[in-house]
């Protein structure tokens, strides 16, 4: 799919023949302690992260574990819904078959897909509000010489809605990458970070023709808002 071409996206809210596919999600959980809680950004990277690591494991490919759940997710709308989990609660959810992918400050698990009302037990159960995350210390200017997911400064969102947002900015810039750039990305450990761009350079990455994420506005925010561009040097024009 080109970056420019809207008309078929997983995440454009016009009905397309993705709709007509049985719906699956991919869930992701964070780890918020009530007197420890992660950095926003920090989280919103390593959720970011754990989606690559999803999408490059192996058994996610080929005749992986996980591979045919993975094209069953990929081929309708590619939904990701972030929960939080403490105590308890986490420790049930590190049990499941799934990858915990761990930033600076921040731990989310993300687990292979599974149908839009067939949630595990254990997941279904985590709370979906409450990812209200606070940068402790504004957050360091972006590398970009390194890739880059920026935010729409126009957009209100929750910390859960952009750590989603964020995992789909890192997606479209994965399938956006050849097999050679998928490697050297993988093998540095996903290298990126995740920042609000200002007014003038957000007008500016929209028409830049680099992965833009339009969201299907299920929740928070209207259809087709337009919410991250991914900005990957390889992909830089």
């Known amino acids: 799919m080109s970056s420019n071409d809207t008309s078929a996206s997983p995440f ?18 964070v780890h918020i302690e009530k007197t420890d809680p992660p950095a926003r ?4 990277c390593t959720a970011a992260r754990a989606v690559l690591v999803m999408l490059s494991d192996e058994r996610s490919a080929g ?6 759940a993975m094209r069953d997710w990929q081929d309708a709308r590619i939904r990701k819904v972030v929960r939080r989990a403490r105590g308890a ?22 687990y292979p897909p599974v149908p839009l009302d067939g949630w595990p037990k254990e997941l279904v159960k985590l709370q979906v509000s409450g990812t209200d995350l606070d940068d402790p210390e504004p957050p360091a200017a972006p590398d970009t010489s390194a890739p ?6 126009e957009l209100g969102m929750s910390a859960g809605k952009e750590m989603a947002q964020a995992g789909h900015g890192a997606q479209l810039a994965w399938w956006e990458l050849s097999e050679t750039e998928r490697k050297a990305w993988r093998e540095a450990g996903f290298p990126l970070s995740v920042a609000t761009a200002d ?11 680099l992965p833009v994420v339009h969201d299907a506005g299920f929740t928070e925010i209207a259809p087709g808002s337009c919410t991250v561009v991914a900005d990957h040097p390889a992909l830089r024009r």
Not at 41 to 44: E, I
Not at 148 to 153: C, D, E, I
Request: glycine letters at 6%; proline letters at 7%.
């Open 89 to 110: 609660e986490w420790r049930k959810a590190s049990a499941l078959p799934g990858i915990t992918v761990t930033g600076l400050s921040a731990e989310v698990r993300v």
């Open 63 to 68: 005749e992986g574990e996980w591979a045919q």
């Open 148 to 153: 880059v997911l920026w935010l729409n400064p």
């Open 199 to 209: 007014a003038a350079r957000w007008a500016e990455l929209t028409v830049s023709g």
């Open 12 to 29: 454009h809210s016009e009905p397309t023949s993705r709709d007509d596919a049985p719906q699956y999600v991919l869930p992701l959980v």
């Open 41 to 44: 950004t920090d989280a919103l």
